[in-house]
């Protein structure tokens, strides 16, 4: 299921721009699904 995929990589290229977030806090489990797949495909393993 690709929910809201681009808005979930446009936020995380905004917020990976420069310093890493040290939290990101998501309203809904399948959005916090979404941006842990996007942060594993930029190599950044959740939950370091």
Do not use: K, Q, S, Y
């Not at 808005?7 to 977030?21: F, I």
């Amino acid at each position: 299921m690709d929910f809201a995929e681009p808005d979930v990589r446009e936020a995380l290229d905004v917020w990976c721009h420069g310093n890493l977030p040290t939290a990101i806090i998501a309203v809904e489990g399948i959005v916090a699904m979404r941006l842990i797949e996007e942060l594993e495909l930029r190599g950044i393993h959740v939950p370091e």
